[in-house]
């Protein structure tokens, strides 16, 4: 008797390259800063794919050090925007147990990483032992998405070059979760053109794909298939194949 094949509950990974989401900024002399919301087309694509009417998203704010004005934004502009509930994990600032990390992780629909200092984030996931319960999440169909930071940890590899205060010359692959195979770069359309050709000879001398996000730009990934989308006509996702 033929049995049928079961499908893969296989999630999301959306790796976005920058973008502002109408965040405020007060300074030290009480000036504040309202910023554009540069994202809404990608940010909502996010909300829809988990296919509810209410998704759970999970922030992980952990490479800014969980700062709370980051949460704030993230909960605002996501509940009132895509009707989500919006609950977050401290786990640079706060002390979360084990079991609280893992039913959160676990049972969120969106996992939401945002941007900030990847090094960092990435060892505190290790040390809280996060790193396998993302993965387990993905394979359990969760969307796991995030911005600069947030976007690049999902790759196989991503660059030290927030690390080397711009000296090219330093240039080195540092190792990623590996969900999306190769290198993953956010704010491409930023970077000087030294730094793109330096990126390009690494990867080719390498054998490594890559994939370069421009900011208000999005790499949508499973193991099924892959598609971008972006905020703004002059912006795209591109790839870098070696030969």
Not at 26 to 52: A, F, H, M, R
Not at 56 to 82: P, V
Not at 177 to 206: A, M, N, R, W
Request: aromatic content about 12%; proline content about 3%; glycine content about 8%.
């Amino acid at each position: 008797m033929m049995r049928k094949k079961r499908q893969s509950k296989m999630g999301f990974v959306v790796a976005i390259g920058g973008g502002e989401m109408g965040r405020t900024k007060v300074y030290p002399d009480g000036k504040i800063k309202k910023y554009p919301i540069e994202t809404l087309c990608i940010d909502e694509k996010i909300s829809q794919l988990p296919n509810k009417k209410r998704p759970k998203l999970l922030f992980l704010g952990t490479a800014t050090r969980d700062r709370q004005s980051y949460i704030d934004t993230i909960k605002q502009y996501y509940e009132n925007n895509f009707n989500c509930r919006v609950t977050f994990l401290k786990l640079s600032s706060g002390r979360p147990t084990y079991s609280t990390i893992k039913n959160k992780i676990l049972t969120a629909d969106i996992i939401y990483v945002g941007s900030g200092d990847t090094l960092y984030m990435l060892n505190v996931w290790k040390k809280k032992k996060v790193i396998p319960l993302l993965k387990k999440a993905y394979k359990n169909g969760a969307v796991l998405c995030g911005i600069s930071a947030g976007a690049i940890c999902w790759f196989e590899f991503y660059d030290n070059m927030d690390y080397t205060n711009g000296d090219i010359k330093k240039f080195k692959l540092l190792k990623g979760l590996g969900l999306i195979k190769g290198f993953g770069v956010p704010h491409y359309d930023c970077l000087s053109q030294e730094l793109k050709q330096k990126i390009y000879e690494v990867l080719t001398q390498k054998g490594l794909s890559g994939v370069t996000i421009d900011e208000c730009s999005a790499y949508f990934y499973n193991s099924n298939k892959s598609f971008s989308l972006s905020s703004k006509d002059n912006k795209k996702v591109s790839f870098i194949i070696p030969q």
